[in-house]
Antibody, heavy 120, light 109 residues
Framework: EVQLVESGGGLVQPGTSLRLSCAASGFTFDDYAMHWVRQAPEKGLEWVSGISWNSGRIDHADSVKGRFTISRDNAKKSLHLQMNSLRPEDTALYYC?????????????WGQGTLVTVSS | SYVLTQPPSVSVAPGQTARITCGGTNIGSESVDWYQQKSGQAPVLVAYDDGDRPAGISARFSGSNSGNTATLTISRVEAGDEADYYCQVWDSSSDPYVVFGGGTKLTVL
């Protein structure tokens, strides 16, 4: 069974940093692209970042470019999101999502999310 | 960037057919995926490549896509289908890579 477990969320002040992690199990992690998708309170889904199976391709949404960095550790079956210069508008539930294939942007499994709150 | 437009809400009586649309310029040339998100839960992929279904998803869910509109059709709607539904397009040659529609709240009357 595919499992994705996010961690690292919390309450932080504007301008600070946070590192999210996603522990994956139940599938061959290094065969698949992975993504982060966020959902602000009472709002819709917003794609944040994606990384191909071998980290050869990395993409970020314009709203986080230059501030967030996605990475993965295939040996440890983990996905990360380094978030710097956090803003109140980054407040959201952050989901880790497994892609359908090595380079896909289709998400066939999601974690339960980790909540990030940016507030002074 | 590419914009996907969904109606904020759709209401349907149990047993009837619900149709949720997703508008985008020439979306018929794109592959569209659909996600269901029930209250307090993570999204679930319910249709992809316009109309295919993942394993375990009811055949009552089907998709179509032509011109400037993609449609998720839910036949014989049940109370358990009440949820938010999101369309999505992804294209590795585009920036951004992935685009979601704004979501549609399906209410079962």
């Amino acid at each position: 069974e595919v499992q994705l477990v996010e961690s690292g969320g919390g309450l932080v002040q504007p301008g600070t940093s946070l590192r999210l992690s996603c522990a994956a199990s139940g599938f061959t992690f290094d065969d698949y692209a992975m993504h982060w998708v966020r959902q602000a309170p009472e709002k819709g889904l917003e794609w944040v970042s994606g990384i191909s199976w071998n980290s050869g391709r990395i993409d970020h949404a314009d709203s986080v470019k230059g501030r967030f960095t996605i990475s993965r550790d295939n040996a440890k079956k983990s996905l990360h999101l380094q978030m710097n210069s956090l803003r109140p508008e980054d407040t959201a539930l952050y989901y880790c999502a497994k892609a359908y294939s090595s380079k896909s942007g289709r998400f066939d499994h999601w974690g339960q999310g980790t909540l990030v709150t940016v507030s002074s | 960037s590419y914009v996907l437009t969904q109606p904020p809400s759709v209401s349907v009586a149990p047993g009837q057919t619900a149709r949720i649309t997703c508008g985008g310029t020439n979306i018929g040339s794109e592959s569209v995926d659909w996600y269901q998100q029930k209250s307090g839960q993570a999204p679930v992929l319910v249709a992809y490549d316009d109309g295919d279904r993942p394993a375990g998803i009811s055949a009552r869910f089907s998709g179509s896509n032509s011109g400037n509109t993609a449609t998720l059709t839910i036949s014989r709607v049940e109370a358990g289908d009440e949820a938010d539904y999101y369309c999505q397009v992804w294209d590795s040659s585009s920036d951004p890579y992935v685009v979601f529609g704004g979501g549609t709240k399906l209410t079962v009357l």
